[in-house]
Every structure is written in structure tokens, then in C-alpha cells.
């Protein structure tokens, strides 16, 4: 009988041990991304903490590239977003560039507030690209992002700039 209860026991953790439960938060296959999830991004300097999140850009086919991504001031100090820049080409920015507190300024989709878009930028679908943004306050940042085609949840990136009117206010301390 005891042998038996050892055997169950036994098993028991054997089985929580080889399946990983054990991990926890940082479980190997918990922090799998895809590669077309989009970059992330923290910036911690001068006092801010910026998050960009799902960053990418669309070929729209007409060559241009279009930003698709999120942008969120988790600091207690507004900033303000300066623009994107790729190979030495400033993207032309429209809608919210005020970042508040907590107050997302998204890039595409249905809750896209902000538009921007490299003209002539010739992007090609597939490959990486080190994109770089500036911020008022919280300074400059680059990282490599995926360009992906206009199909499935991207299907309707355009290029044209939407008629989100923008408040040119510069955040100031």
C-alpha cells in the first residue's frame, strides 16, 4: 500500500515537473511572439515612460509605407510626438501628437487617432527596417520593425492621410 502511494506521488510530480507548470510567468512558451506581432518599445529616459506597442509598417503598394502601431504615455508628464523617420525619410504625421497620461494615440485601425505615412519610401513586404522616433521630452529611440503586405488584418492601410484634424499645441512643462 505505501509503495502504491510513493508510485502515485511520484507521478504526480513527476508530471507538474516535465510539463513545465513549474516556469511560472517565464515559461518559455508563454513569451513566444510571432514574428509579425510588431516591435515593442519602453523608454524610461529624462523622466518618462513611453510604451510603443505592435509597431510595424504596411507596404500600401503605391510606395509608401504606413505605421501601424500604438503609442502610450504611462508617465505622469505629457510629451509630445516629434515624428518618424526610416533611411532618412520624415513620415508625414497627422492627427493626436499630444501624449497624456494614459490616453493612447493609435495608428491605424478603428481606434486610430493619428496617421503617419512615408511617401516614397519604396517598402518592400518581408523585411526589417530601423525606424526611428522622437519625442519632445523623452528624446530619441530606434528599433527594427517588420514591413508587412496589405492583406488580412491590414487589408485596408491606406496611404491618404485620414481628415483627423490635429492639435498642433506644443506640450510644454
Known sequence: MRRTSILIASTFVLAFALSGCAAGLNAETRNITRVTDGNEITIDENGSEIRVV???????????????????????????LLGFSVNGIQATLTGETNLLTNKPVSFEGEQANAKAVFFGANPTAGTNVKISIGFAKAGFVSAEVIIRDKRDDFKNVVSGSDPVVADTATVTE
Open 54 to 80: 505592435n509597431l510595424k509598417l504596411v507596404d500600401t503598394g503605391d510606395g509608401a509605407a504606413v505605421v501601424v502601431g500604438t503609442i502610450i504615455n504611462q508617465g505622469p508628464n505629457p510629451d509630445q
